[in-house]
């Protein structure tokens, strides 16, 4: 295609998306945007709750060395 007709091309398709104006639902609107009608109590009312780790704790203390939390970076190879 020559440069006037590639022009003209692109001139018409940003024109029909300007002027693009889709059909809007407004009753799914509202529904998205007033959320749920009865709230959960909580955010998360199914969150697990933390597993026990003392026995790994007591279990590696004394393969590893009690370090501060500052030489973390540094590994024992």
Known sequence: MGRG????KATKQA???KYFTPATDYS???RELSGPTSRPSSRYPEEPAEPDYSAYEDK???QFGEEDDD???RRIG
């Open 15 to 17: 024109r029909e998306m």
């Open 60 to 62: 590696y203390a004394d």
């Open 5 to 8: 007709r590639q022009k003209a």
């Open 71 to 73: 030489e973390g970076s």
């Open 28 to 30: 799914a609107l509202q």
